[in-house]
């Protein structure tokens, strides 16, 4: 079952990727900085395996994929600008955010101010859901932008730029291939296993009587 998880999310990707080009990209890093379940740590790799092929060029790639992000992020940033905690209050349930996430969330912009959203998105998890807390503190939105795209660039560029090395030796060595195929299945193990984690703390912390 695991491999077929990991080949229907691979297909889907690179289906997208090959038909879209960069705007394939922008389109799955904006779903990803949009909430919605997504990983960039799927998305990049892949493009940078394309760059391997001659494909793409990585340094467009790595733009390609932090344009994406502050697209993206528009919505979820919005949502937090406009809705707020009533947002928490009437669907933190379906969204998996509590008042205590949104809490912290604004003692970190309390403490550190606009450059919680660019070193927020230098960090796995948490760099997908940052959009909305700032929204909440209704940050300046040049800067918004700015930081989004600055603290996504380097993100991207990492992920493709590993993904390009790893497409260069999977062709030129079959051993390494076979230990990556390998490594495909406990990677995406964990992350499955992270999120299952996730989702059920967070659903558990939703039924406790207020």
């Not at 997208?16 to 790799?45: D, F, K, N, Q």
Request: net charge positive; proline share 4%.
């Amino acid at each position: 079952m695991l491999h077929d998880i990991i080949a229907a999310c691979a297909v889907f990707i690179i289906a997208v990727i090959l038909r879209g080009g960069y705007w394939g990209i922008i389109i799955l890093m904006a779903i990803e900085s949009a909430c919605i379940p997504l990983p960039s740590e799927i998305i990049m790799p892949f493009a940078g395996y394309l760059v391997s092929t001659g494909d793409f060029d990585l340094y467009m790639a790595a733009t390609a994929g932090a344009i994406g992000c502050n697209v993206g992020s528009i919505f979820a940033y919005e949502l937090g600008k406009r809705g707020g905690r009533a947002v928490v209050d009437r669907w933190g349930k379906y969204v998996l955010m509590s008042h205590s996430d949104l809490d912290r969330a604004e003692k970190f912009f309390s403490r550190w101010g606009d450059l919680t959203v660019l070193v927020c998105r230098l960090l796995p998890a948490i760099r997908s859901f940052i959009a909305f807390p700032a929204g909440v503190a209704r940050m300046n939105l040049f800067r918004f932008h700015l930081y989004t795209f600055i603290g996504s660039w380097p993100w991207c560029f990492g992920l493709a730029w590993v993904g390009m090395k790893l497409g260069d030796q999977w062709r030129t060595d079959p051993r390494l291939g076979a230990v990556l195929h390998k490594l495909d299945f406990v990677v995406v193990g964990v992350i499955l296993a992270g999120g299952i984690w996730f989702v059920w703390h967070r659903i558990k912390g939703h039924k406790k009587p207020a």
